[in-house]
């Protein structure tokens, strides 16, 4: 139950027990397909342009950040925890002129606070977290591709840890290009990174003047591997196992349904707040609508030892309780409420975990 | 039986379905531990600086050269298939000043030539490929770690195809760096390149003025993560699967001893021989010495449609034989004797393969 990788469902691992097949084999073909269709379907798009990238989330937005922009030019990084600071890192190393759009963390950007820097800085690519697994807020993102396509910036967004369990719909939000990760929502192992060009991305990258600076990563490359471009080439070998997993978790995506599961989500986020509230526990994010439902931020109250309460959660009840990461390191607890662990029974076993492991250090208040 | 991936041992595919442990709990620290006993075992190596990169064989190159070399530095690649063409695209992307050392597909490199390019360009790093799947040739690297340091180059070396199948002695070589696949000999799922880093290589890497432009291939924090600087820091989420499949993998590679591999896939691929030559088949590496035990490249006869006799096999006997790739493209078949498909009853039904095949084109001479 921490911020992820959350358990996988077991027919997702059992299909990774499947025999091989030849990464260049007209079944396996048959496979990435379904798996593109199962993309649509969670990405909220009708875009021929998605992919799993063979990589973690990082690779994801590795991938992103090398294919949307050449060196020299710039992007915008709403940076309000740790996502926004590693892809900071990560186009600054490939020669990317960052601005480093900085915000207090537990906050979110106002419109106002993105248009002001898409006046400013001009750029060609604004990145924004949806959720942010390190602070547990949740930014929102209805009408930002409008407002990044009139000031001509592309809109990349990370939904690592939010995609699946809350709504997100990338045609209809103008998202340009996003990425995420087979390990939290969507109940697979870690190792697939979820990704979605717009038009308007694949345009900027067939047009670019240099090659993005990684083989690895090279969406004209992967693009060709995946059928965006109507034949099919060798690029890297597609892997079999992994995908064979991200096809079986899209199935059960499909089989919920997406409102399904954004009101589970919702619901148990709720139900948890209530119990850990009962017992005295606040909110990291003060403001209720900047809340990620599958990332919960919990202030660690002044006097508790929070790695103490962790240790005893796991020693006694198998659960795994996180803390914070980054700028909420030792402010914090995190609480994940993702895909296969997102039960009633998983958030019983968190609050029991939580009033058992605070009356042990003597702080139960209630 | 083509050039891989390779089936992978049941065993392997089995562990894969074992439930996920989080990536930063000792349980799975334990794991890692044990994955770089095996690696340190089958590279015959005491170094350290072993990992696995969490990516195919494409990304573990990528990271070799990333790490490597600054921009504006010198690799000498010994270019004789696709691979070495490959790594001179990815060190371009990187800024790295290429030289292209060709060689005729089919052929190998001679000391003095190495010699001669490392007098002439002074290169941070040779490239050598060990195995090229592309032409079916064994590059000799006894004696080439010395030469290398003699001139101040580090080693840099490609086993995707090779490791486990044929001779390899990282330390008794004087290799500085190497790559591999999981998915060839190793017998397990496309998704880990094993990697290895000299003493010298690492001190080059930690001596770096810039940052690796990539910061997923980062060695100065993957390797922080699989504890080769003394503690623990989280890079990216290890790939719990795919991790415990190359456990697996390594141990079956223990069970057997690399002594017995070695000794199986040389006896395997000389019963081939035996067989293929029987029917007026001939080898496309002239120099018996030359030729790779682990992916066989034969000549396609005049007037033999090699696609078809490819389609015959496997809708005949479920046998996947494949063509040639880059140079060799329509010149060659390619047979893999790799691992877990490394048997007699295999071998046999490739030579039936060839036998029926060739018959069914009114082409089997003997």
């Known amino acids: 139950m921490g911020p992820g990788p959350a358990n996988a469902n077991p027919r997702v691992l059992a299909a990774q027990a499947m025999p091989l097949l030849g990464h260049m084999h007209p079944p396996f073909f048959k496979i990435m397909d379904e798996i593109q269709a199962g993309l649509r379907y969670v990405f909220q798009t009708s875009s021929e342009y998605t992919c799993l990238i063979s990589g973690t989330g990082?690779?994801?937005?590795?991938a992103?950040?090398?294919?949307?922009?050449?060196?020299?030019?710039?992007?915008?990084?709403?940076?309000?925890?740790?996502w926004g600071a590693r892809a900071a890192d990560m186009a600054g190393r490939f020669g990317v002129n960052v601005v480093d759009l900085?915000?207090?963390?537990?906050?979110t950007f106002t419109i106002a606070e993105l248009e002001a820097a898409l006046k400013e800085h001009k750029p060609a690519v604004l990145f924004l977290c949806q959720g942010d697994?390190?602070?547990?807020?949740?930014?929102?993102?209805?009408?930002?591709?409008?407002?990044c396509h009139a000031h001509g910036a592309l809109l990349l967004v990370d939904t690592v840890c939010s995609l699946g369990g809350v709504p997100f719909f990338a045609d209809a939000w103008g998202i340009d290009a996003m990425y995420s990760g087979s390990q939290k929502v969507l109940g697979a192992p870690p190792g697939a990174a979820p990704l979605f060009f717009?038009?308007?991305?694949?345009?900027?990258?067939?047009?670019?003047?240099?090659?993005?600076?990684?083989?690895?990563w090279d969406l004209n490359l992967i693009g060709d591997y995946w059928g965006w471009f109507g034949s099919r080439s060798y690029h890297h070998t597609g892997m079999v196992s992994m995908w064979y997993a991200m096809r079986e978790a899209l199935q059960i995506m499909g089989e919920v349904g997406l409102e399904g599961m954004w009101a589970r989500h919702k619901r148990l986020h709720e139900d948890m707040w209530k119990g850990l509230t009962a017992m005295g526990l606040e909110p990291f994010v003060a403001n209720p609508a900047d809340r990620?439902?599958?990332?919960?931020?919990?202030?660690?109250?002044?006097?508790?030892?929070?790695?103490?309460?962790?240790k005893f959660a796991m020693d006694t009840y198998n659960v795994e309780l996180a803390g914070g990461l980054?700028?909420?390191?030792?402010?914090?607890?995190?609480?994940?409420?993702?895909?296969?662990?997102?039960?009633?029974?998983?958030?019983e076993l968190v609050l029991t975990s939580f009033r058992e492991g605070l009356k042990a250090q003597g702080k139960l208040k209630a």
């Open 64 to 82: 992103c950040i090398t294919n949307l922009l050449e060196p020299g030019e710039t992007i915008v990084i709403g940076d309000k925890g740790i």
């Open 102 to 107: 900085k915000k207090e963390a537990g906050k």
């Open 198 to 216: 717009s038009e308007r991305a694949l345009k900027k990258l067939r047009e670019r003047k240099t090659k993005p600076m990684s083989y690895n």
């Open 292 to 310: 990620l439902v599958t990332v919960n931020t919990i202030k660690v109250p002044e006097g508790v030892d929070w790695l103490a309460l962790n």
């Open 326 to 347: 980054g700028p909420t390191l030792g402010r914090v607890w995190r609480v994940g409420i993702m895909g296969y662990n997102a039960t009633p029974a998983n958030v």
């Open 133 to 147: 697994s390190s602070t547990g807020v949740h930014q929102n993102l209805a009408g930002l591709g409008e407002l």
């Open 58 to 62: 990082h690779a994801g937005m590795e």
